[in-house]
């Protein structure tokens, strides 16, 4: 069997600049910081556990647990107060809320492998109506590195489908730290980006780049003829 395994945050939802200006501005409001770098590519692991604890680390030379958690709860704070005025903004990807299903009908194995926290993940799925039942769920609360957050991802779709392992796996995601966390693991790659957000994925190594989980299963859909033609002309 194969796994298709997919990011959240500018792969599933359209949540990428509201998550990020709430964990600016949780970082921001607790630790009295401010001008901090959006770039998560500038730091250690690209995860909101991660970046948090990074953050926490430089303003109090280590990482106090108790500060993290005020980060955390005002992080949620905001996230709720942002959906309360702005619910436009965890709108659904095009095609998001009906990629999964389609990935089952068509014999996938899926999963999700995101660097949000679990809450914060299992809110904006619910908020985009982005049903998944039964879909294995792995976040920045089993790691702070993304490559183990997708490793852990794979391990639980194995458990869940009662396998070994798969055949293929593709990782989807929007972001530089989604491509280099699948080349860590050696597995494929479908990027989720226009523009210049595209062209760092290239730069990457990234060779499929579509719009919107709406093209992901022409992609696979494509793939598999290929394969199918590559088998017939060998038999």
Known sequence: MDLIILDIDGTLTDTEH????????????????????????????????????????????SVRQEVVEDVTKRFYGMLEDHYTTSPDLF???????DVLATLREMGYCVAIATGCWRESALFKLRVAGIEHVGVP????????????IL???????????????????????????DARAAATLG???IGIAAGQKADRLRAE????????????????????????ASHSSTV
Not at 206 to 222: E, F, G, H, N, S
């Open 151 to 177: 490793r852990r991802a794979i391990d639980l779709a194995q458990q869940w489908n009662d396998i070994q392992g798969f055949r293929n796996i593709w990782y989807v995601g929007d972001g530089v730290w």
């Open 137 to 148: 769920l792995a976040t920045a609360d089993d790691s702070h590195d993304r490559a183990e």
């Open 18 to 61: 509201v998550d990020e200006h709430s964990i600016v501005g949780a970082l921001e409001e607790v630790l009295g910081v401010s001008d901090l770098s959006t770039d998560w590519t500038m730091y250690r692991t690209s995860t909101d556990g991660g970046i948090v604890a990074e953050v926490v680390e430089r303003v109090h030379g």
């Open 187 to 189: 597995i494929g790659f």
């Open 205 to 228: 190594g990234a060779t499929i780049i579509v719009d919107a989980p709406a093209d992901v299963t022409a992609v696979l859909r494509q793939s598999r003829a290929r394969q199918t």
């Open 91 to 97: 709108a659904p990807m095009p095609g998001a809320r």
